[in-house]
């Protein structure tokens, strides 16, 4: 890894972190130690990283804000890619033209400052647009599908392409790009529609009460473990299972909110992963009901 991260140095692609723990970078605030973490500083630059690693055979995988993934105590024996650079946004008329490594909850602030509605759900999502499309983020019976115009991709070719709304099959807590490994979001438009501010701001506030009041947003977590199964509710089984409170090491299923594992006390990604994967077998066997985990388990193969 130090001749490959030695080369990328040489590149002069953008800034490159080395020995880094990834508690620094997912919301779960776990992980084990990354070798190499690398921010292009533009597309051309994202493409040199990629062939560069494809042509060593070096692993590599891109990171958002890590509020949806779930990384093994293990070292990252590859290379991770934040697009952070890739920030750039430009509101015109009722669309926006924002790159995928800007902050959804700044975005949908900006939104609502300039009185466009259909961002408000995305208030409390901590993750990256990017990110965002990648799992179809969503809350409150909206999700980016029902927002996003086009979306600019770079292929497994390294080829740039954009994909139209119908070509990225939304569908709940999915995408094309979930679905298609190796497919990168660049860049979003999406499409708004005009509002009152007074009005958009005020659901925004209502929401992120709501959420404080429901959620253990007091302790570090990746939001909702588990889908919602069709006319169900994953928090309602696993509460009626009386499993709020279990803990495992540092780990706990948070006694505000069932759904959420949270990070209560210097947590390793084991106790957490152990608690997701116990929950699961015990809803399996009470309700013949197989949960499925919204978050993405990283490097524990």
Known sequence: MDKIIKELEKLNIGKI??????SKYTTYRTGGLAKCIVYPKDVECLVTVIKTLKKH??????????????????????VL???????????????VRVGAGFPLVKLSLMAAKKSLTGLEFASGIPGTVGGAIYM?????????????????????KEKIIT???R??????????LKTHPGYI??????????????????????????????QPLEYPSAGSVFRNPPDMFAGQLIEQLGLKGLKKGGAMVSEKHANFIINKDNASSSDIKYLIDYVK????????????????FVNWE
Request: glycine letters at 6%.
């Open 167 to 176: 070509e990225m099959d939304f569908h709940y807590r999915t995408s094309f």
């Open 185 to 214: 979001c660049l860049e979003v438009i999406i499409k708004l529609e005009k509002g009152e501010r007074s009005a958009i701001e005020a659901v925004i506030k209502d929401r992120r009460k709501r959420r404080r009041e429901s």
């Open 57 to 78: 055979g070096v692993k590599y995988k891109i990171l958002g804000n890590g509020s949806n993934v779930l990384f093994s105590d293990k070292v990252y024996e590859g």
């Open 136 to 156: 179809n983020a969503g809350a409150y019976k909206s999700d980016m599908g029902y927002v996003v115009q086009q979306v600019t991709v770079l292929t497994p």
């Open 163 to 165: 994909l139209e709304n």
């Open 81 to 95: 890619i934040k697009l952070n650079e890739l920030n750039s946004v430009e509101f015109f008329g009722t669309k």
């Open 281 to 296: 077998q015990r809803v399996l066997e009470e309700y013949n009901v197989e949960l499925k985990v919204e978050q993405e």
């Open 17 to 22: 972190e080395k020995d880094v723990f990834l």
